[in-house]
C-alpha cells in the first residue's frame, strides 16, 4: 500500500473526538490530517480508501508497563486464574500432571488466594499431598511470590518450610522450571503470538519491563529477530532490571525495537503483604512489606543511569517504597541536577497526598493499571484499613496535580486489553458493577485516552513521534467497531478493534492491496 485514505470516521483529536474529518496515511507516517475535502484534495488519485460509518479512529495503544515476554509463555502454561478455592486450584494441578509425562514440570500461574473461601495460599505440603511424578511451581497473581513442592525444590537446590517464595528468592527454582519447559526458539514463537494477540487489542507500542531478578526477561535481540522477519506488528521501548553491557542509551533503536531504560524494584507486591508500607498491613501487625533495596543502592543506581544517559522506571506499590525513590531522586537531582529524560514511577498505589505533591514538584512521569481497581477491591481495605484506602488508588488525583499518566495492563497480572482499562478509569467498579470504589477518583473518556495514546509517549520524551492523529506522526493507527465518543464504560469495555496500522501496516483487519505483517 503506497497511501490509504481513511474517512468517515469518528476522529480522536486528543482532546475531544470530530467528525468531518479524515487521515491520509503514506510513507509510514500521517502524510494529511484534517476535514475532509482537505485531505482528499491532497491524496495522490490511485490512493486506496477505507470508508467509515462513524466508528471511532483514534492513534494505536500503547501499553506502558508489560512483562510481554512472561505473559507470552505463561500463554501456554497451567491458568489458574479461575480457581474459585484452593481446592480448585490443587484439582487443576493434578489434571495438568495427568497430561504431562514425570519429571516435566507443572507451571501454574495466576492463582489469588484473596478470592478463595480458605483464605490462604497453597503451600509445599499441600502439593505434595497430591503424590504427582512431576515438579510443581505456582505463581501469585501479582508474579511476586511462588510456591514450590519437595521436587522443584530439590532439582532447584533451594530449602523451604513451606515452600512459598517471596522476590528473588524463587530465581534458581524459576531458572531450573525455563530449563526444562522452553527452549529459545519455543519463546520466540509464543512471543511472536503474543504479540499479534497485543496488536489485536488495537496496541501498536508496548514497554516491555524485563525482571532477570525476578525470573522475568526480555531478550532485545529477539524483537529484533521478528523485526527482520517482518513479524513484529507494534513497537517495542523495553526497560531492563540491569545496565547493559556495552551501555546503550535511552532510545537507541531503529523505529521499531528500542532499548528504553533501567526498571528499579522498590518494593514487591501488596497481594503478596511485600509492597513497603510505612505502617503494618491492616490484616498482618506484624508484616509492613520490605524494600528490595537500601537507599545507597537506589542512589547508585540512579547515578549511573544519569551518567549513562538512561532513564529508570521505579516500581513503587507500598507508600514506604514510593517514598525511598522519592527521597532518592531527590537526593540525585540535587547533585547532578534534573536529567533531559524524566524518571518514570509505576503503579503509585498507596500514596499519600503529600507524596502526589512531591511527584508534581519533582515533575515524574507515572505509569498506573486501572485493572488493579476491580482486581484488589475484595483485598485492598483489609490490606491498608479505612484510612489508607481513603487515599489509595488515587489516580485521579494524581491528574489534578498536573502530572502525566500513563496506562498499562502489568500483563501477566491483568488483562492486554486496554479497551477494559478504559472502561476500570471510567466506572472504577467491581463485583460484576455492584460496587464502585472510590466514585470521586474516576476519569471522563476525555481524560482516560491521553493515557493511552498521547501520554506514554510523553514518558519516553517522544512525543512528536506517535500517539496523536496529526500530520507528520507515525501512522499508528486503530479504527474501533463503533463510536465511542460519548460511550459509558460498559459500551468502551465492550469495543473491538476492525483495522490497526502499525507505520501504516495493517496487522489487523482485511483490505485488499493492503500488505500486512507476516504471522
Known amino acids: ?123 509445599k505440603d499441600d502439593l505434595d499431598g497430591l503424590g504427582i511424578p512431576n515438579p510443581v511451581l505456582l505463581q501469585r497473581v501479582c508474579t511476586h511470590l511462588n510456591v ?55 496496541v501498536t507500542c508496548a514497554h516491555p519491563c524485563g525482571a532477570d531478578d525476578y525470573g522475568m526477561e526480555e531478550d532485545l535481540s529477539l524483537y529484533g529477530e521478528l523485526r527482520d522477519e517482518g513479524s ?13 553491557y556495552p551501555v546503550l542509551p535511552s532510545g537507541l533503536g531503529d523505529g521499531w525495537v528500542h532499548y528504553q531504560g533501567l526498571k528499579i524494584y522498590l518494593d514487591g507486591s501488596l497481594g503478596g503483604r511485600t509492597a513497603a508500607l510505612s505502617a503494618p498491613y491492616s490484616d ?7 524494600l528490595n533495596w537500601a537507599d545507597g543502592d537506589v542512589l547508585e543506581l540512579l547515578r549511573e543511569a544519569r551518567r549513562r544517559g538512561v532513564q529508570t522506571m521505579l516500581h513503587a506499590i507500598g507508600d514506604r517504597g514510593l517514598d525511598q525513590g522519592l527521597r532518592c531522586i531527590g537526593a540525585v537531582d540535587g547533585e547532578s541536577g534534573v536529567p533531559a529524560l524524566r ?42 484499613g479505612r484510612e489508607r484506602l481513603s487515599w489509595a488508588y488515587g489516580w485521579r488525583s494524581l491528574l489534578d496535580e498536573g502530572l502525566v499518566i500513563s496506562a498499562s495492563s502489568d500483563a501477566p497480572v491483568e488483562s492486554v486489553n486496554p479497551w477494559l482499562s478504559v472502561r476500570h478509569l471510567l466506572d472504577r467498579a467491581g463485583n460484576g ?62 469495543a473491538s478493534p476492525l483495522f490497526v496500522f502499525a507505520g501504516g501496516i495493517l496487522s489487523k483487519g482485511e483490505l485488499d492491496g493492503v500488505s500486512r505483517f507476516s504471522r
Not at 498482618?284 to 520490605?290: L, R, T, V, Y
Open 148 to 202: 514450590a513442592d519437595s521436587k522443584a525444590l530439590a532439582l532447584s537446590g533451594l530449602e523451604s518450610a513451606d515452600g512459598v517464595l517471596p522476590e528473588r528468592d524463587a530465581i534458581p527454582a524459576l531458572r531450573a522450571m525455563e530449563r526444562n519447559v522452553f527452549s529459545r526458539s519455543a519463546v520466540k514463537k509464543a512471543l511472536k503470538d503474543a504479540l499479534f494477540e497485543l496488536a489485536s487489542h488495537g
Open 284 to 290: 498482618d501487625p506484624w508484616e509492613e512489606g520490605c
Open 433 to 494: 458493577g455492584r460496587d464502585v470504589f472510590r466514585p470521586e477518583e474516576r476519569f471522563s473518556l476525555e481524560e482516560a485516552l491521553p493515557l493511552f495514546t498521547s501520554n506514554p509517549w510523553q514518558a519516553i520524551g517522544r512525543g512528536t513521534f506517535s500517539g496523536r492523529l496529526a500530520s507528520g506522526y507515525a501512522a499508528d493507527v486503530t479504527v474501533l467497531d463503533r463510536d465511542i465518543s460519548g460511550a459509558d464504560g460498559s459500551v468502551v469495555g465492550e
Open 343 to 384: 524518571d518514570r514511577i509505576n503503579h503509585v498505589m498507596v500514596c499519600r497526598p503529600d507524596q502526589r505533591r512531591r511527584l508534581a514538584s519533582l515533575g515524574l512521569f507515572c505509569d498506573i493499571q486501572p485493572a488493579f481497581v476491580p482486581s484488589d477491591m475484595n483485598m485492598a481495605e483489609s490490606r491498608l
Open 232 to 244: 513484529l506488528p507494534l513497537r517495542i521501548f523495553t526497560y531492563h532490571d540491569r545496565h547493559t
Open 1 to 123: 500500500m503506497n497511501s490509504l485514505l481513511i474517512a468517515g470516521g469518528t476522529l480522536w483529536n486528543g482532546n475531544k473526538f470530530t467528525r468531518g474529518e479524515a487521515l491520509l496515511l503514506a510513507g509510514g507516517v500521517i502524510a494529511a490530517a484534517g476535514p475532509e475535502k482537505d485531505v482528499r484534495a491532497a491524496a495522490p488519485a490511485s490512493c486506496a480508501e477505507l470508508r467509515l460509518s462513524g466508528e471511532s479512529v483514534l492513534p494505536g495503544v500503547t501499553d506502558g508497563h508489560i512483562h510481554l515476554t512472561t505473559w507470552a509463555k505463561q500463554r501456554s502454561l497451567l491458568d489458574l486464574s479461575s480457581a474459585r478455592s484452593q481446592a480448585e486450584a490443587l484439582a487443576m494441578v493434578r489434571a495438568e500432571s495427568e497430561k504431562l509425562p514425570p519429571g516435566r514440570w507443572v507451571r501454574g500461574w495466576g492463582y489469588n488466594e484473596s478470592r478463595w473461601p480458605e483464605g490462604r495460599s497453597v503451600t
